[in-house]
């Protein structure tokens, strides 16, 4: 695409600097936010210039027009470029705009679908995909765990990706046939306007809670930015999906055209007739605009016959029948790291472990609250809170956890530059119920908490005290397989911690 017909395209937001007579005639093939990404003898590169937390991008305009970038997009003129500069006040809007139309507008050529909310976007997705699947469309997943299409997955650094990431993967999904997408947008990514670029068929509102507040500053910013996805990035007669089982839900419901709801409690247009939770999973019949659906799924806990029906909505707004639904519903066996089963073997306890990726106070208390659900002994869990990021929810988990536990185990969870212990202690100071115990006394513990900052040690902990018909929920990482701490990222598995503590109590 040419440089002259994307500049005509971002006006009047925007304006071309150091014009030369060649600016007609340059092609732009890429679009780049980071200098090093250009190699030397590329061609077509535009370079933008994006301002950061920490550093501006300008500050690296003369290295990517070195490396051989034709054209750099930046909030103001920087002196001694010698290539044409795009000039735009808004520089991410203008970069997601210039993405999408570098890479071909793929949204358009695609059935979207996005996930947004704090909880449940992770498990809508495998959900989404594995009914567009079963019903013979060929999907394409970006969210937290991976990128993934036509066979190929790739680890997900961001779970929305930088827009020229964003619409490179689109492309490149349409040229491999894939026909529907799914999408976690994150509120990151819609404050920095990553998804900005894309029009959407369907999008999907979970809920609203404490998270990110370190980031928004307040609630009512955090749903601003969620409220995007709605109100400016939606294709003319897409349908908006919402939980009015919650207050922000309700909200978003009377702000958007053409809502479609969902919920188990409120006068919602997708409930279920009929629903029992046990340790088998979920079954139910779905009232859908569609008609009824029926749910046999394996998943556990009444929150996720909540992200089911949002699925449900989804895939009914884009026109799959509540048969093929039903079908791709059944089909789904797990979803990594969210209420995740791990194999206990023949340990000489009758037992049962998940690992679970929730890490603020409403998504413990409801993992905690569907394992509570179908618990026939006690539960215990291991958990933790990461550093340098929102301090608020500390001790908000930690009051979830003594509630819901009969014994709590306070751990570390990425402490990244902050001292774990002093984390802990913040997580500590929520608890108002039950007694800490030493964590290596050998007297019997029935209940209470304690603190072991090794998370290794405290999975293992866990492990060692649970008996007969208990439950054990290590909590915080799901899928994630590190820790970071003050600066150095080590690999760490809870997934593999439980794995390696059962295996080895099975050897007493």
């Not at 090093?36 to 535009?46: F, H, L, M, Y």
């Not at 509630?403 to 570390?412: A, H, K, P």
């Not at 072991?452 to 290590?474: C, G, P, Q, T, Y």
Request: some cysteine; charged content about 25%.
């Amino acid at each position: 695409m040419r440089l002259k017909d994307i500049i005509s395209a971002l006006k009047p937001g925007a304006q071309c600097v150091n014009w030369i007579d060649a600016t007609d005639e340059i092609e732009i093939t890429r679009v780049a936010y980071d200098s090093r990404a250009i190699e030397r003898g590329n061609k077509g590169v535009i370079f933008a210039a994006i301002p950061g937390e920490h550093e501006d991008g300008s500050s690296f305009a003369k290295d990517a027009v070195s490396r051989g970038a034709v054209a750099v997009l930046a909030r103001a003129a920087i002196e001694g470029l010698k290539v044409p500069q795009v000039i735009a006040e808004d520089v991410r809007g203008a970069l997601a705009k210039t993405a999408s139309l570098v890479y071909g507008e793929p949204s358009k050529k695609l059935r979207l679908a996005g996930v947004t909310g704090t909880n449940g976007k992770t498990t809508i997705t495998y959900l989404l995909e594995s009914i567009f699947n079963e019903s013979g469309r060929a999907s394409g997943v970006m969210g937290t765990i991976s990128y993934r299409y036509a066979g190929k997955s790739m680890e997900a650094p961001h779970t929305t990706p930088e827009a020229p990431d964003l619409q490179s993967f689109l492309k490149e999904m349409t040229e491999h046939g894939v026909t529907h997408v799914v999408m976690e947008v994150s509120s990151h990514a819609l404050y920095q306007k990553r998804a900005h670029g894309c029009k959407f068929d369907v999008a999907v509102f979970t809920n609203l809670t404490h998270e990110h507040l370190d980031y928004h500053k307040t609630m009512d910013e955090y749903y601003r930015c969620k409220a995007m996805l709605f109100k400016e990035l939606l294709k003319d007669g897409a349908k908006a999906v919402i939980n009015t089982d919650d207050a922000w839900g309700r909200r978003l419901n009377q702000e958007v055209a053409k809502p479609l709801s969902y919920g188990i409690r409120s006068n919602a247009e997708i409930h279920p007739k009929t629903f029992s939770l046990d340790g088998s999973g979920i079954k139910a019949v779905v009232a859908t605009p569609a008609g009824d659906v029926s749910v046999n799924s394996l998943l556990a806990g009444e929150y996720n016959l909540q992200n089911i029906m949002a699925a449900i909505g989804a895939a009914v707004s884009l026109g799959c029948t509540p048969d093929e639904i039903s079908k791709g519903i059944t089909a789904l066996k797990r979803v990594p790291g969210r209420l995740d089963k791990v194999e206990c073997g023949a340990v000489g306890k009758n037992f049962i472990a998940f690992i679970d990726y929730a890490h603020t106070a409403d998504a413990l208390s409801r993992a905690l609250g569907a394992l509570r659900a179908i618990a026939k002994g006690r539960v215990i869990t291991v958990f933790g809170c990461g550093g340098n990021r929102d301090r608020a929810k500390r001790p908000m988990m930690g009051e979830v956890s003594a509630r819901l536990s009969d014994i709590t185990i306070i751990t570390s969870d990425n402490p990244r530059d902050e001292d774990p212990l002093e984390i802990i202690k913040e997580i500590e100071a929520g608890i108002t119920g039950g007694e800490r115990f030493e964590p290596w006394s050998s007297a019997a513990v029935l209940n209470g908490y304690t603190v072991i900052a090794d998370r290794a040690e405290a999975v293992k902990k866990a492990v060692s005290l649970a008996r007969d018909k208990d439950i054990i929920l290590v909590a915080g990482k799901g899928h994630e397989d590190y820790q970071i701490v003050k600066g150095h990222k080590a690999h760490f598995s809870d997934f593999e911690a439980l794995s390696h503590a059962i295996n080895e109590l099975s050897k007493e």
